[in-house]
């Protein structure tokens, strides 16, 4: 078979997603606490909406000890921060891969996502930096895109991006205490 010739159209298969992930870190993916002792979790996930429930257990057992509102914020945010880089980025191509980084502090969560850079290859001067903002109508409940960014941007604690188009890094930080968070209801 010549490097020219293509590849024949192949069935769709169903397989369950924990076939995806490797044994060593499937503790990543149980929604329990069974090695809770972490500073650090990481995860190179596969660019396609079809792994997404996969990126949910991951985020909601990052965030297994705290509380069930505390869990639900955190996975919803950092669910934004994968559909972004899928939306947005060259992770969301053929091939395409984006990573998830959860960094435990005293304090609260810190989530960061790095895709592959901007879809549309558009280049930037050496050195010059384009921060992403957030949608003013956002939150709107009639919009039909624009959320993601503008949920961190009402929700998280703080959150923020490294300004290189080539490979975003957006991050957010989400403290334990929800005391001041619009998310919380009971105050």
Not at 53 to 65: N, Y
Not at 67 to 82: H, I, K, P, Q, V
Not at 124 to 134: E, F, I, N, Q
């Amino acid at each position: 078979m010549s490097a020219t010739t293509p590849l024949a159209t192949l069935p769709e298969v169903t397989v369950p997603l924990g076939a995806l992930v490797p044994p060593r870190c499937r503790h990543y993916f149980t929604g329990r606490t069974d090695r809770a002792h972490y500073r650090t979790r990481r995860y190179d996930f596969i660019g396609s909406p079809r792994h997404l429930p996969l990126v949910r257990a991951f985020l909601d057992t990052c965030a297994a000890e705290r509380e069930a509102d505390y869990r639900y914020l955190f996975t919803l945010l950092g669910s934004e921060l994968a559909t972004n880089a899928l939306t947005h980025s060259r992770s969301g191509e053929r091939l395409g891969t984006y990573t998830l980084s959860c960094t435990r502090s005293r304090d609260g969560l810190r989530l960061t996502c790095r895709d592959q850079g901007d879809k549309h290859h558009r280049p930037r001067p050496l050195g010059r930096r384009s921060y992403l903002a957030p949608d003013p109508g956002g939150l709107d409940p009639h919009a039909e895109s624009g959320r993601g960014l503008a949920l961190l941007d009402a929700l998280a604690t703080t959150w923020g991006d490294n300004g290189q188009s080539d490979y975003r890094q957006v991050w957010f930080f989400l403290a334990y205490d929800l005391t001041d968070n619009p998310w919380n209801t009971t105050a």
